[in-house]
């Protein structure tokens, strides 16, 4: 597995814990707003951010993304 890719895996697996979703509620959550695209392309700067910062991160980028 690429670092990307596991870094991907380990945001999912920490939203899904503060959240206490299932992984098909968070999978979807992902894919609806592209946060799996978001996180491979700012790799280089995400994966030096601690657990709470990744989260706080993907929740800003999905609030900028829903509908008003």
Sequence with gaps: MSKTAHFK?????RYK???NMNGKEAIRL????G????????YD??????DQHIVQEID????????A
């Design 45 to 50: 700067v995400l994966h030096t951010f601690g």
């Design 35 to 42: 946060v799996m695209e978001y996180l491979g392309s700012f």
């Design 60 to 67: 800003q980028f999905i609030e900028a993304r829903r509908p």
């Design 30 to 33: 992902f894919k609806q707003y």
């Design 9 to 13: 895996v380990f945001c999912l697996e």
């Design 17 to 19: 814990s503060k959240y």
